[in-house]
């Protein structure tokens, strides 16, 4: 008896993947550039605030500008993705 995902294979790109496989292929960039996001802003945040304990700062503005620095390194790569899967689809 076929399994399942038999009946969903499609000719194509895509070519013996079922829907879900598809869907995660087509969601792939977008996962990266969201998880990019969200990485560099913990990295950047990160260091800011190692950088606060190692010079014993009372107020942790190195934190701040860190994680404002890794919100528009972010922001900068996850719209520079985005926009440039829209001209490849094109």
Known sequence: ??????RQRRDGDDEGMS???????KAAPYLNASTQLVVSVMAFTGLGYLGDRHFGHQVMWM???GAVIGMVVGFVGFFR???GLGKKNS
């Open 81 to 83: 993705a985005v926009l």
């Open 19 to 25: 829907d879900l496989a598809r869907g995660y292929h």
């Open 1 to 6: 008896m076929p399994d399942p995902d038999d």
């Open 63 to 65: 934190l701040m500008v």
